[in-house]
Every structure is written in C-alpha cells, then in structure tokens.
C-alpha cells in the first residue's frame, strides 16, 4: 500500500488509513474483534510490512531487550524490533491480522522472537515488565486515546521506555475525514494525559514532525505526528 500515517499496520488505531485505502472499518460492529477483523479479511494485505518511520527514529540506537508492540497488525513493527534484537510480544485485536503477521514473521530468520497475542486493549491489563514499549497510531473509535497511552506507560519497567505516536489533529492531510473526531492528541495533550511532569518520568523527546504522505489517489500531501520518548526512572 502507499505511504501513509500508520504504514506499519500497527492495529486498534487504523481509522483513517483504512478509509484512505477504500476500506470499511465495520464500524458498525458490535465490538472490537469484529470491527477489525472485518477490515482485515477485506485484502490479503493491507500495509506495506515496513516499519513506522517514529519508530525507527527513536528506537534505532536503544540497547534491546523485552519489547511490547501494542496493536501490532501485520507484524511489520514487531518483525523489525525483532531484527534489532529485541524479545518481542505483540498484541492485536485481530486474529486475522495476527495469523498474517506470524506467517510474515516465519519468512524471516527471526520468528523465535517474536511472541503473538491477541488481546482486545479495552480489557487488558499490562504489567510493568518491558524495556521498550510502542505504541504507534493507537487511534480507534472503541478505544480512547488517553486510554490506550495510559495503558502503555503501565507496561513500561523501571529504566524502560515508553514510545507513543499518533496522529496530531491539526496536521491531518486534506482527504482526511477526521479532522474533529477526538481520536487524535497534541504533544502538550498527551504529557498532560500521562502526568510527564511528575516522577516516575523523563521525557527524552516530546514534539511533533511532519512527513510527506500519499493520498488515495497518488496525491501527495502532509500528515504531523506526535512522537513522545520517555524513560521510566528505575
């Protein structure tokens, strides 16, 4: 697929690539399983496999460990952690997306490394026990922002690091539908979220970058991330 906000495929978050790439997210679903899955049987691939670029960014020159990639979709996340060296655990809603993301994965040399869940995010309770957790676009309509940030941050262990990125919402490129919907955060709106100015935390890296994006029909335009980094005080 073309280069978009969520190349990846990370998962519980995929509202407006899914609709930019002429897909139904099901949102009429009467729960998460089956609004994701939906989308996924739509295509027999849907991201490119490349990695979110935030993520390569702020995670190419940390030493690897116990990694969580929450919303993992197709795998390409998890695979490239993988590839650094990290023990990974990927979690996704989707079964479907899951069996993807395992048979890309068993293409590689590294598939030992990786371990696959499925977890709907709205129920799952994390425990403090990773070196690097990443959320990238955990944009969902069943599941709100300041809850799935919240939910990451708990996973991160002492001297770990928390990596969440999404969608700013007033950096949406033009053909975006969703302009006000409420999924999408500022940085200043996710440190006050996640109380960053308080212990446990150090914030590493807190802003927003722009990229160059492709539309549905091949028009380029520009989308702004929020990136945040921030390590957990051991």
């Known amino acids: 697929m073309t280069e978009h906000a969520h190349d990846a495929g990370t998962h519980q978050h995929t509202h407006e690539g ?11 679903a009467d729960n998460a399983v089956d609004m994701w899955d939906g989308m996924y049987r739509e295509r027999a691939k849907i991201w490119s496999g490349n990695p979110n670029p935030q993520l390569v960014a702020e995670v190419a020159g940390l030493k690897p460990g116990r990694a969580l990639d929450l919303g993992s979709g197709e795998g390409g996340d998890a695979i490239w952690l993988a590839r650094q060296g990290w023990t990974v655990t990927a979690l996704d809603v989707s079964a479907v997306a899951l069996e993807r993301a395992a048979a890309h994965a068993a293409e590689t040399d590294h598939a030992d490394r990786i371990t696959w869940q499925q977890q709907d ?3 799952w309770e994390p425990e403090p026990v990773f070196d690097l957790v990443s959320a990238q676009f955990l944009h969902s309509p069943l599941l709100p922002w300041r809850d799935s940030a919240a939910k990451a941050a708990a996973a991160v262990a002492p001297g770990g690091t928390l990596l969440v990125v999404g969608h700013h919402p007033h950096g949406l490129p ?4 969703h302009h006000e919907s409420g999924m999408f955060f ?5 440190a006050g979220a996640l109380r960053l100015d308080r212990e446990p935390w150090f914030v590493n890296v807190l802003t927003d970058r722009a990229r160059t994006v492709a539309g549905p ?5 520009t ?7 921030a390590t957990k005080h051991a």
């Open 18 to 28: 899914a609709q930019q790439g002429g897909l139904n997210l099901h949102e009429d």
């Open 121 to 123: 995010l709205s129920e």
């Open 174 to 177: 033009p053909w975006s539908r």
């Open 186 to 190: 500022t940085p200043e709106q996710l």
């Open 217 to 221: 029909d091949g028009e380029s335009g």
């Open 223 to 229: 989308t702004l991330d929020t990136v945040l980094r």
